[in-house]
């Protein structure tokens, strides 16, 4: 008897663009009930390689199979009715609908919500991803939004699932119940072909892997028989050193000062900032870690400027009051921001680069003057910073949106550093990217602490605060707890406080 023919293939495909291949004659195949990784750097073609499985592109060249029979699609809804589902990096959801709305609108058909509703609750239960299906979706957290994408992946039982960059928003808790809903959808008979930059996790659920490298298939293996740092350096094509983090010894001037800040969430089901306070120094790294939805975004919108103080004083940035000042004036004091959403807050997607460092740098970046925007200066800018940070794109200056995630956010995080801020607020500074580009960054935040500058990391990765951080807190439902130097802490009692354990029982009362 004959064996079965993979679920899905790719022969020789290619995908031109111009001038650019960002698909240069992939080979890619994917066997049923298997959970397959797709690796590479950004930009090396992952993300163009399963739009075209998904519909969403089509190959210039090449052949696609299905069970063994050439098939082509011309679009995402012929995907879905073969059995082809698809989560993707960035959301695609409308903020001021309900989750069942939401649902309804990606679903083929005309099924009232009322009864998406019935069923996305009974889906969602029933792998582990539970959701509200009557809340509006600006009311959730990231790794909340991240849960629709797949639930209502799920509604349609798919046969083959593509994931991309399915745990960069989520907790750890989040994560060991995705990964426990791939081992359930594997045993009802779904492949799963996973993109992703965390590489343990890669080892820990997948049996196979397709390396790609600038367009190109350059290896494949068995993850659970390599290690994270073989599995970098066949992607990067040279071995990855982790960041270089020498003992901070002597801090210098308190650049932040944070005094008995409370602010009220702007979402009625989120966290108020409740008295915070922390002290940031000259030279040093402070990590800030938390599961999501415990008043990360609140905590940086209020040290950002985007939502102002009671008091003028509650924020100090070099001593000078500014908890009643906004986002351009705290710029002008010395200050940088990097929000954790890449696309629609850090940047406009439909912007070019270059007009996106306008919007963020006209303050202080010279790039008006007299009235008049100089273009030639806001574009040679983003040239720096391409070159700065190995931002790989098509065109001089292409639109925000068509840059990868990780390539999005090497430029984002690299036009604030280059400003050499006095300040730098960074939230989840790696999200999603390649473990070159998640180096190249943390050491950048390192080097630039270091050159006297003090960085606040927000970050849900813990292994990356253990990496970069002289000292951590926690936030836990809009309180902060005293800080922790990192030299000798224990990953467990980071977590415990992560948990609400040292915290007023008011405030675990209430975020219970």
Same mark, same amino acid.
């Given at each position: 008897?004959?064996?079965?023919?993979? +679920?899905?293939? %790719?022969?020789?495909?290619?995908?031109?663009?111009?001038?650019?291949?960002?698909?240069?004659?992939?080979?890619?195949?994917?066997?049923?009930?298997?959970? &397959?990784?797709?690796?590479?750097?950004?930009?090396?073609?992952?993300?163009?390689?399963?739009?075209?499985?998904?519909?969403?592109?089509?190959?210039?060249?090449?052949?696609?199979?299905?069970?063994?029979?050439?098939?082509?699609?011309?679009?995402? $809804?012929?995907?879905?009715?073969?059995?082809?589902?698809?989560?993707?990096? =960035?959301?695609?959801?409308?903020?001021?609908?309900?989750?069942?709305?939401?649902?309804?609108?990606?679903?083929?058909?005309?099924?009232?919500?009322?009864?998406?509703?019935?069923?996305?609750?009974?889906?969602?239960?029933?792998?582990?991803?539970? *959701?509200?299906?009557?809340?509006?979706?600006?009311?959730?957290?990231?790794?909340?939004?991240?849960?629709?994408?797949?639930?209502?992946? *799920?509604?349609?039982?798919?046969?083959?699932?593509?994931?991309?960059?399915?745990?960069?928003?989520?907790?750890?808790?989040?994560?060991?119940?995705?990964?426990?809903?791939?081992?359930?959808?594997?045993?009802?008979?779904?492949?799963? *072909?996973?993109?992703?930059?965390?590489?343990?996790?890669?080892?820990?659920?997948?049996?196979?892997?397709?390396?790609?490298?600038?367009?190109?298939?350059?290896?494949?293996?068995?993850?659970?028989?390599?290690?994270?740092?073989?599995?970098?350096?066949?992607?990067?094509?040279?071995?990855?050193?982790?960041?270089?983090?020498?003992?901070?010894?002597?801090?210098?001037?308190?650049?932040? %000062?944070?005094?008995?800040?409370?602010?009220?969430?702007?979402?009625?089901?989120?966290?108020?900032?409740?008295?915070?306070? +922390?002290?940031?120094?000259?030279?040093?790294?402070?990590?800030?870690?938390?599961?999501?939805?415990?008043?990360?975004?609140?905590?940086?919108?209020?040290?950002?400027?985007?939502?102002?103080?009671?008091?003028?004083?509650?924020?100090?940035?070099?001593?000078?009051?500014?908890?009643?000042?906004?986002?351009?004036?705290?710029?002008?004091?010395?200050?940088?921001?990097?929000?954790?959403?890449?696309?629609? =807050?850090?940047?406009?997607? %439909?912007?070019?680069?270059?007009?996106?460092?306008?919007?963020?740098? =006209?303050?202080?970046?010279?790039?008006?003057?007299?009235?008049?925007?100089?273009?030639?200066?806001?574009?040679?800018?983003?040239? =720096?910073?391409?070159?700065?940070?190995?931002?790989?794109?098509?065109?001089?200056?292409?639109?925000?949106?068509?840059?990868?995630?990780?390539?999005?956010?090497?430029?984002?995080?690299?036009?604030?550093?280059?400003?050499?801020?006095?300040? +730098?607020?960074?939230?989840?500074?790696?999200?999603?990217?390649? %473990?070159?580009?998640?180096?190249?960054?943390?050491?950048?935040?390192?080097?630039?602490?270091?050159?006297?500058?003090?960085?606040?990391?927000?970050?849900?990765?813990?292994?990356?605060?253990?990496?970069?951080?002289?000292?951590?807190?926690?936030?836990? &439902?809009?309180? +902060?707890?005293?800080?922790?130097?990192?030299?000798?802490?224990?990953?467990?009692?980071?977590?415990?406080?992560?948990?609400?354990?040292?915290?007023?029982?008011?405030?675990?009362?209430? $975020?219970?």
């Amino acid at each position: 008897m004959l064996p079965a023919p993979p +679920l899905i293939q %790719a022969k020789a495909i290619v995908k031109r663009f111009g001038a650019l291949m960002a698909n240069d004659h992939v080979d890619l195949s994917v066997a049923g009930r298997e959970v &397959h990784a797709l690796l590479g750097e950004n930009g090396a073609g992952k993300s163009t390689l399963v739009k075209m499985l998904y519909g969403l592109l089509q190959p210039t060249e090449g052949t696609l199979l299905w069970q063994g029979a050439p098939f082509s699609m011309r679009n995402p $809804a012929e995907a879905r009715q073969r059995g082809i589902g698809m989560v993707f990096q =960035h959301f695609s959801l409308f903020d001021a609908l309900t989750v069942a709305e939401n649902v309804a609108l990606a679903l083929d058909g005309h099924e009232p919500v009322t009864t998406v509703s019935e069923r996305l609750a009974e889906v969602s239960r029933a792998y582990g991803l539970p *959701l509200e299906p009557g809340r509006e979706v600006w009311r959730l957290s990231v790794g909340e939004r991240q849960r629709i994408e797949i639930v209502r992946c *799920l509604m349609q039982s798919p046969r083959l699932l593509i994931l991309d960059e399915p745990t960069s928003v989520l907790t750890p808790q989040e994560c060991e119940g995705l990964f426990a809903t791939l081992e359930r959808v594997k045993a009802e008979g779904c492949a799963v *072909l996973y993109i992703s930059h965390k590489l343990e996790e890669v080892r820990r659920i997948c049996e196979s892997a397709t390396i790609l490298r600038h367009g190109k298939v350059v290896g494949s293996c068995d993850p659970r028989q390599e290690s994270a740092a073989s599995l970098a350096e066949m992607m990067v094509g040279s071995k990855v050193a982790p960041a270089r983090h020498d003992r901070l010894t002597v801090a210098g001037e308190v650049r932040l %000062a944070v005094n008995g800040l409370s602010l009220p969430s702007p979402d009625p089901h989120g966290p108020s900032l409740r008295d915070v306070g +922390l002290e940031l120094r000259a030279g040093e790294v402070f990590g800030i870690a938390g599961v999501a939805g415990n008043g990360q975004d609140e905590l940086f919108a209020a040290l950002s400027g985007e939502m102002l103080a009671e008091a003028a004083g509650t924020i100090r940035i070099d001593g000078a009051a500014a908890g009643r000042l906004g986002i351009n004036a705290r710029r002008l004091m010395g200050g940088a921001f990097v929000p954790e959403e890449r696309l629609g =807050h850090a940047t406009a997607p %439909a912007f070019r680069l270059s007009d996106n460092a306008l919007a963020s740098g =006209h303050a202080t970046n010279s790039f008006v003057r007299r009235g008049m925007i100089d273009r030639s200066a806001t574009r040679a800018w983003v040239d =720096h910073v391409v070159k700065a940070f190995d931002v790989r794109k098509g065109p001089r200056d292409p639109e925000a949106k068509t840059l990868s995630g990780g390539n999005l956010q090497k430029f984002i995080v690299g036009r604030e550093i280059l400003r050499n801020p006095r300040l +730098l607020i960074v939230s989840q500074p790696t999200w999603g990217v390649d %473990a070159g580009a998640a180096s190249l960054i943390r050491q950048a935040l390192i080097d630039l602490s270091r050159s006297g500058a003090a960085v606040l990391v927000i970050s849900q990765d813990l292994d990356e605060l253990f990496e970069i951080a002289d000292r951590m807190a926690v936030i836990f &439902h809009g309180r +902060l707890s005293a800080p922790l130097d990192t030299e000798g802490l224990r990953r467990e009692t980071v977590g415990l406080l992560m948990g609400g354990a040292g915290f007023a029982a008011d405030t675990v009362d209430e $975020a219970a």
